[in-house]
């Protein structure tokens, strides 16, 4: 650590405090979308293709912030898969038979309804998986294996392996589509309301610090920050904005409000769809838990070390159940949309998603060994994975290739991980 | 202490407590006092049972048998949380720190400081543990670097910190200076003579006599998990402690716990 030596720009770079492991995974994340919009030929970094990576990371994405946690604490969760397979059986039969013969068709609180009733037995199967590894002490590897076969059996059971379709109306906005997004206007006004509160939480910070009179960030640097925050929300926004409904539906749309279409057409924005604002709120609670409440900090300091944890007190047995409880409403919520975005319940939905949940983890930087890892990571794990897969379909890349590039790419952000770790280590910060 | 001794209650009484693992008696029927500003040294071999004996009274260990009362009132210690309650605060061995978080959340770790709005008050931790480490180790300025990147004696006084930053009534120090250097050491000391001062109860492990002479009031030598024999540090010499722990030879000048060497029956 000699500043003397170091670039002026590295040295504003550290200035604003940013994590420079987040840095690396947002610049390789930035290479492999340019390296596929020019291999692709220009079809990669389009208003479509990127308004439809957002929906497709986002169920991963919601399923990652929880096994984070699960990850931290030094444990492991292969039956989120199969959760969200059962429960999405659950609340197809539950939206599509049960409530409808209460309320009859397109009853406006049905989805409401369903999704409370998913989300209530994730937590439910959560728990029960979660007593087994704290309280019990079986590992949790065993313990959600036999999970993943036990929820990928009761899903088939729900219906005898029948396909539940088509879900309600309402609940399906959530997978996405068309209807299943905000809109431009909204979409500029979350955007908004997104730089506010960043400059908000900034100028928070700034104002606190001062109070307890510790050193300050150099006031260019808090403005870059927020400059940069703020640049890439209204630009995201911009993007999703820029991507109209397709012709068929603003026939549709047309036909049930009385509106002629002019000539050329009729320009209607998608927006933010709804899973990638539920993802994207996901993500900000799961942070806000995991940085600023006494939950988050003892699931980090059981990840160190659980047996200082305990010596100090900690309810280390309740903190593990509650994390594993978390999971499985994060499975539920990540069931909902999944099922909502394929207008269907299936009893194989969701096979193998806690392999890909994992890799996004792992891929964001979380510690297999425990105690390290940050929500935003496994996010934008997510997002990288997905931006793999999807870049490889635009190529045409076989899909037996496509497998063997992701297993790849896991295996290969580990081992960078683990070699920046040794020598952030070894250089003592 | 002096006289005073016999007239007062004891801080901490600890009443045939015994633990077992396995079918192994690493704690066998011990009885020991602490006094309020005493400091109570406790001797003996690896495997005496010390470490043990103390884990009973911090919580982190449950015995089999045995009674605590503390100020002479019988005490329900069966978790560390317990422990803290009565104002026990332990420095262990292992130092018990999370490595992968900063010094100030090993400080508070367990009884954290929330703003008003029930989130973590980082800033205010930040703020009482430099205070708190400004005192231990005025060279200390690694605040946000998570405590795995820390030396030996930083690690330390992180642990010292977190024991002493709660107001604790007794203190449990178990080989505090095991990573020090010499100066270190002193500082040490030096702090167990302050809080020694504010009459906080001491129970100092140590394998150091010479320190141990230095700074306790009392001796309690262990051997086999049993106590050999407890004396006042004025009334013994280094090579008869030396005796209690290697022989478990109880000289005239100590009390005979149950594990003295009886002659008479070999």
Same mark, same amino acid.
């Given at each position: 650590?000699?500043?003397?030596?170091?670039?002026?720009?590295?040295?504003?770079?550290?200035?604003?405090?940013?994590?420079?492991?987040?840095?690396?995974?947002?610049?390789?994340?930035?290479?492999?979308?340019?390296?596929?919009?020019?291999?692709?030929?220009?079809?990669?970094?389009?208003?479509?293709?990127?308004?439809?990576?957002?929906?497709?990371?986002?169920?991963?994405?919601?399923?990652?912030?929880?096994?984070?946690?699960?990850?931290?604490?030094?444990?492991?969760?292969?039956?989120?898969?199969?959760?969200?397979?059962?429960?999405?059986?659950?609340?197809?039969?539950?939206?599509?038979?049960?409530?409808?013969?209460?309320?009859?068709?397109?009853?406006?609180?049905?989805?409401?309804?369903?999704?409370?009733?998913?989300?209530?037995?994730?937590?439910?199967?959560?728990?029960?998986?979660?007593?087994?590894?704290?309280?019990?002490?079986?590992?949790?590897?065993?313990?959600?294996?036999?999970?993943?076969?036990?929820?990928?059996?009761?899903?088939?059971?729900?219906?005898?392996?029948?396909?539940?379709?088509?879900?309600?109306?309402?609940?399906?906005?959530?997978?996405?589509?068309?209807?299943?997004?905000?809109?431009?206007?909204?979409?500029?006004?979350?955007?908004?309301?997104?730089?506010?509160?960043?400059?908000?939480?900034?100028?928070?910070?700034?104002?606190?610090?001062?109070?307890?009179?510790?050193?300050?960030?150099?006031?260019?640097?808090?403005?870059?920050?927020?400059?940069?925050?703020?640049?890439?929300?209204?630009?995201?926004?911009?993007?999703?904005?820029?991507?109209?409904?397709?012709?068929?539906?603003?026939?549709?749309?047309?036909?049930?409000?009385?509106?002629?279409?002019?000539?050329?057409?009729?320009?209607?924005?998608?927006?933010?769809?709804?899973?990638?604002?539920?993802?994207?709120?996901?993500?900000?609670?799961?942070?806000?838990?995991?940085?600023?409440?006494?939950?988050?900090?003892?699931?980090?300091?059981?990840?160190?070390?659980?047996?200082?944890?305990?010596?100090?007190?900690?309810?280390?047995?309740?903190?593990?159940?509650?994390?594993?409880?978390?999971?499985?409403?994060?499975?539920?919520?990540?069931?909902?949309?999944?099922?909502?975005?394929?207008?269907?319940?299936?009893?194989?939905?969701?096979?193998?998603?806690?392999?890909?949940?994992?890799?996004?983890?792992?891929?964001?930087?979380?510690?297999?060994?425990?105690?390290?890892?940050?929500?935003?990571?496994?996010?934008?794990?997510?997002?990288?994975?997905?931006?793999?897969?999807?870049?490889?379909?635009?190529?045409?890349?076989?899909?037996?290739?496509?497998?063997?590039?992701?297993?790849?790419?896991?295996?290969?952000?580990?081992?960078?991980?683990?070699?920046?770790?040794?020598?952030?280590?070894?250089?003592?910060? | 202490?002096?006289?005073?001794?016999?007239?007062?209650?004891?801080?901490?009484?600890?009443?045939?407590?015994?633990?077992?693992?396995?079918?192994?008696?690493?704690?066998?029927?011990?009885?020991?006092?602490?006094?309020?500003?005493? *400091?109570? +040294?406790?001797?003996?071999?690896?495997? $005496?049972?010390?470490?043990?004996? #103390? !884990?009973? %009274? /911090? =919580?982190?260990?449950?015995?089999?048998?045995?009674?605590?009362?503390?100020?002479?009132?019988?005490?329900?210690?069966?978790?560390?949380?317990?422990?803290?309650?009565?104002?026990?605060?332990?420095?262990?061995?292992?130092?018990?720190?999370?490595?992968?978080?900063?010094?100030?959340?090993?400080?508070?770790?367990?009884?954290?400081?929330?703003?008003?709005?029930?989130?973590?008050?980082?800033?205010?931790?930040?703020?009482?543990?430099?205070? *708190?480490? +400004?005192?231990?180790?005025?060279?200390? $300025?690694?605040?946000?670097?998570? #405590? !795995?990147? %820390? /030396? =030996?004696?930083?690690?330390?006084?992180?642990?010292?910190?977190?024991?002493?930053?709660?107001?604790?009534?007794?203190?449990?120090?178990?080989?505090?200076?095991?990573?020090?250097?010499?100066?270190?050491?002193?500082?040490?000391?030096?702090?167990?003579?302050?809080?020694?001062?504010?009459?906080?109860?001491?129970?100092?492990?140590?394998?150091?006599?010479?320190?141990?002479?230095?700074?306790?009031?009392?001796?309690?030598?262990?051997?086999?998990?049993?106590?050999?024999?407890?004396?006042?540090?004025?009334?013994?010499?280094?090579?008869?402690?030396?005796?209690?722990?290697?022989?478990?030879?109880?000289?005239?000048?100590?009390?005979?716990?149950?594990?003295?060497?009886?002659?008479?029956?070999?």
């Amino acid at each position: 650590m000699k500043p003397g030596r170091l670039h002026p720009l590295a040295l504003f770079l550290r200035s604003t405090e940013l994590d420079t492991r987040t840095l690396g995974l947002i610049a390789a994340l930035l290479l492999i979308w340019i390296a596929f919009h020019l291999l692709s030929g220009g079809l990669f970094l389009t208003p479509r293709n990127l308004w439809n990576l957002s929906v497709q990371s986002s169920s991963v994405a919601v399923m990652a912030t929880g096994m984070v946690l699960v990850i931290v604490t030094r444990n492991i969760d292969l039956s989120i898969g199969s959760m969200l397979g059962f429960i999405g059986m659950i609340m197809g039969v539950v939206q599509a038979d049960w409530l409808p013969k209460l309320f009859g068709f397109e009853y406006p609180a049905t989805w409401a309804l369903t999704l409370a009733a998913g989300l209530a037995i994730g937590v439910v199967l959560g728990a029960l998986q979660g007593f087994i590894i704290a309280y019990l002490g079986i590992p949790s590897f065993i313990v959600t294996l036999g999970g993943l076969l036990v929820w990928r059996g009761a899903a088939w059971w729900v219906t005898s392996g029948q396909t539940v379709a088509p879900l309600d109306d309402t609940f399906r906005l959530m997978g996405g589509g068309p209807e299943g997004s905000i809109g431009a206007t909204w979409s500029w006004l979350v955007g908004i309301a997104a730089c506010v509160a960043v400059v908000l939480s900034l100028a928070n910070g700034r104002a606190r610090r001062k109070k307890f009179q510790f050193p300050l960030r150099p006031i260019a640097a808090e403005i870059f920050l927020a400059g940069i925050a703020c640049a890439a929300i209204l630009g995201a926004i911009a993007v999703v904005n820029a991507y109209p409904w397709p012709i068929g539906s603003v026939r549709r749309y047309a036909q049930a409000n009385h509106i002629v279409v002019p000539e050329g057409g009729l320009f209607i924005a998608h927006g933010i769809a709804i899973p990638v604002l539920v993802a994207i709120g996901v993500g900000v609670v799961m942070t806000f838990l995991a940085k600023r409440t006494r939950f988050g900090r003892y699931v980090y300091a059981i990840g160190g070390n659980p047996e200082a944890a305990e010596l100090a007190g900690v309810n280390t047995r309740w903190v593990v159940m509650k994390v594993f409880m978390l999971m499985g409403l994060l499975a539920a919520l990540s069931g909902a949309i999944s099922i909502a975005r394929l207008n269907a319940a299936t009893n194989s939905e969701g096979t193998l998603a806690e392999l890909l949940v994992i890799a996004a983890s792992v891929i964001g930087g979380t510690s297999l060994a425990g105690g390290v890892g940050t929500v935003a990571g496994a996010m934008l794990g997510a997002v990288l994975m997905q931006s793999l897969q999807s870049g490889m379909v635009l190529l045409g890349v076989d899909t037996p290739l496509q497998n063997i590039v992701v297993g790849a790419v896991l295996v290969i952000a580990a081992w960078l991980d683990a070699v920046y770790r040794r020598r952030a280590g070894a250089a003592g910060s | 202490m002096d006289a005073t001794d016999a007239t007062r209650t004891p801080l901490v009484v600890l009443r045939d407590i015994s633990v077992s693992f396995g079918g192994v008696r690493a704690v066998d029927q011990v009885s020991a006092e602490l006094y309020e500003g005493e *400091v109570l +040294g406790i001797v003996g071999h690896n495997g $005496a049972g010390k470490s043990t004996l #103390v !884990k009973v %009274l /911090s =919580g982190a260990c449950k015995r089999d048998g045995g009674t605590i009362a503390i100020r002479g009132e019988d005490a329900n210690i069966d978790n560390p949380r317990d422990a803290r309650r009565y104002g026990i605060e332990t420095i262990y061995q292992t130092l018990a720190l999370a490595d992968n978080v900063d010094a100030a959340a090993n400080i508070f770790l367990g009884r954290e400081l929330k703003t008003r709005w029930g989130t973590l008050d980082d800033l205010a931790m930040e703020a009482q543990a430099r205070s *708190v480490m +400004g005192r231990l180790n005025p060279h200390f $300025a690694r605040f946000k670097d998570p #405590v !795995k990147s %820390l /030396s =030996g004696g930083q690690r330390q006084s992180v642990a010292i910190a977190r024991a002493i930053l709660f107001n604790a009534r007794i203190l449990i120090m178990d080989e505090p200076t095991a990573a020090l250097g010499p100066q270190e050491t002193a500082q040490v000391g030096e702090l167990v003579r302050k809080l020694k001062a504010e009459r906080i109860g001491i129970i100092l492990i140590s394998h150091d006599i010479h320190d141990l002479f230095d700074l306790a009031d009392r001796i309690c030598a262990m051997k086999n998990g049993r106590v050999v024999g407890t004396a006042r540090v004025s009334d013994v010499s280094k090579d008869e402690v030396l005796g209690m722990i290697i022989l478990g030879k109880c000289p005239p000048g100590a009390t005979p716990g149950p594990g003295a060497m009886v002659l008479e029956t070999r």
